[in-house]
């Protein structure tokens, strides 16, 4: 899956369209159940914080997906981000 890095298409996109929302899961729910603070899933949902590697995985894990899958889409995104980046220069 490719996020776009033009408006709010990011991970935190990503992860409650596709994880959180079908899912009816709180922020206060993953939090509890991963040891991930609401703040840091918060900022992580909003964009407003990069999805670190400790937290790709433990949430990867509670979503039962791969362990890499969520830090692979980071990385794939924070590349392309700087591509753009770099292009209007």
């Known amino acids: 899956m490719l996020l ?3 408006g709010k298409n ?6 409650e369209n596709e994880y959180f929302l079908p899912r009816k899961l709180s922020v206060y729910r993953v939090a509890k159940d991963t040891g991930v603070s609401k703040k840091a899933l918060c900022e992580i949902l909003t964009g407003r914080q990069r999805l670190p590697v400790k937290e790709a995985v433990v949430l990867a894990r ?3 997906v791969e362990e890499d899958s969520f830090a692979r889409l980071q990385l794939d995104y924070e590349l392309r981000s700087e591509k753009q980046r770099l292009q209007k220069e």
């Open 4 to 6: 776009n890095v033009e």
């Open 10 to 15: 990011n991970l935190g996109t990503m992860l």
């Open 62 to 64: 509670y979503f039962g």
